[in-house]
């Protein structure tokens, strides 16, 4: 996997003591003014992640890179005045060799000084590239799931009078969810749909899409599938999370969520405050290797390379994330709410959180087969993290200068384990399945599905 280094060279060090509105200061990863200023509450921040305290050993990488960008500069200056001084002198018809060879030193110096330079910049930045986002104080710590916080339960799991089978085994009872196939086509972690179940998840997909676009004020967007590495570093799954994706031979990528394009609209623009907030969902197919998976949910469609997901993304000011957070949570709630689905709301512990999140609410829905809830859906804010990978401000209306947006992603919902959930939590002792009500119109009016033939 290449690893890419955003370099910054020749700033003026008064630059660096700019307030941090001041647009072109802020860095890729992190505000390193704000490091600087709160080295304490960066270290805090990281041991709560698990990690290691970092700011002593970033801010001498800090110190030594400022310190030889003012070498730089000054010699640039010093071998500005000597180029006048040879003018000078030439006019004047003096010798000039001794201010050459003054000129050519001082020339060396200064690309020493440079390279120097970039060298401690590309240190700094592969640093901040690889440390995850710092945790919001309410977020319970631990190490990892086991350190998860239940806020709420809404509904309660259907009683059955027989034994409820797992998804995959309705499916295959049904004739209409094949892995075999699938196996034969693609390998392990593939599954083929057919008749009402392949319907299924096309209305599944049409009913989120049109309840987020007519309720709840989200604009819908078809986005690419295929991405540069520039937008996967900017909603933060390159560098460190490469072998977790699938990369074509002419250096694309496959998104592994709609939350990549749709974040990285905004990448390197200046928005107008009155413009915020933006709310932008998708429905996509979504590809990702697995690659920390194996031996992990390898029966079913619980977890698998290609899947079909309802993504949700909102950028607003800072001031305004919290809020709605809480919001976009709400908007996933009320897909399951719609289809009649017990579930509950997780806050994820310091340990099982997601890389680019400060905070995030996990929706589980309940899975008889199983006789567990499972996540549906993850709602995150991740603060100022990606914008800052992103370079995507805002400035205030009637202000001076630009801050970073904050941005917020979340599932509504996981189509595919939407319909595992329809699946298991509406079967029937005939092998049927009952549909609920929400989707009858997009399935035709059918209310329930029977087996294939």
């Known amino acids: 996997m290449p690893f890419f280094i955003f370099v910054i060279v020749e700033l003026d060090p008064a630059i660096l003591e700019m307030p941090e509105t001041s647009p072109g200061i802020t860095e890729w990863m992190y505000d390193l003014r704000w490091i600087r200023e709160r080295p304490e509450e960066f270290n805090r921040g990281l041991v709560r992640r698990g990690l290691a305290a970092r700011a002593e050993e970033i801010l001498a990488l800090d110190r030594s890179w400022r310190a030889a960008e003012t070498r730089a500069q000054e010699a640039q200056a010093r071998r500005n005045r000597l180029a006048r001084d040879i003018g000078a002198a030439r006019k004047r018809g003096e010798p000039i060799e001794t201010l050459f060879r003054q000129s050519a030193d001082v020339k060396e ?40 916080r239940v806020l709420r339960h809404h509904g309660e799991p259907p009683r059955f009078d027989f034994r409820p089978l797992p998804h995959e085994a309705i499916g295959e009872r049904l004739g209409m969810m094949d892995f075999a196939r699938a196996a034969r086509l693609s390998g392990s972690r593939f599954v083929v749909l057919r008749g009402a179940l392949a319907r299924l998840e096309r209305a599944l997909g049409q009913f989120m899409l049109d309840l987020h676009t007519t309720e709840f004020g989200y604009t819908e967007v078809s986005p690419p599938l295929l991405v540069r590495d520039e937008a996967l ?15 074509t031979t002419d250096n694309y990528w496959l998104i592994p969520t709609a939350e990549v394009p749709l974040t990285n609209l905004i990448a390197g623009e200046i928005l107008d405050e009155s413009a915020l907030p933006l709310r932008y969902t998708a429905w996509t197919p979504c590809f990702r290797s697995e690659a920390g998976a194996a031996g992990k949910d390898t029966r079913g469609m619980i977890r698998q390379h290609q899947f079909e997901k309802v993504e949700l993304v909102s950028v607003t000011r800072p001031e305004d994330s919290a809020a709605e957070h809480e919001r976009m949570t ?73 801050s970073p947006v904050h941005t917020l992603n979340g599932s509504g919902l996981a189509i595919g384990r939407t319909l595992i959930a329809l699946l298991e939590n509406f079967q029937r002792h005939n092998g049927t399945v009952a549909l609920p009500a929400a989707l009858q119109a997009y399935m035709g009016g059918r209310e329930v599905i029977e087996p294939y033939g």
Not at 111 to 135: F, K, S, V, Y
Not at 233 to 246: A, R, V
Not at 363 to 380: A, D, F, H, K, N
Request: hydrophobic fraction near 35%.
């Open 330 to 402: 709400a908007c996933a709630e009320e897909v399951l709410r719609r289809l009649g689905l017990a579930y509950r709301v997780v806050l994820l512990s310091t340990g099982d959180m997601g890389f680019a999140a400060q905070k995030t609410y996990d929706i589980e829905v309940w899975l008889p087969g199983q006789g567990t809830y499972r996540e549906i859906s993850s709602c995150s804010n991740c603060g100022a993290f990606q914008a800052h990978r992103m370079k995507a401000r805002y400035r205030s209306t009637g202000g001076k200068g630009t």
């Open 109 to 148: 110096a200064e690309a020493e000084a440079g390279a120097e330079a970039t060298r401690l910049r590309a240190q700094i930045d592969e640093l901040l590239a690889e440390l995850p986002n710092l945790p919001a104080e309410e977020v319970p710590d631990g190490p990892d799931e086991s350190a998860n």
């Open 233 to 247: 570093f900017g909603t933060s799954q390159l560098p460190k999370f490469g072998s977790d994706q699938f990369r």
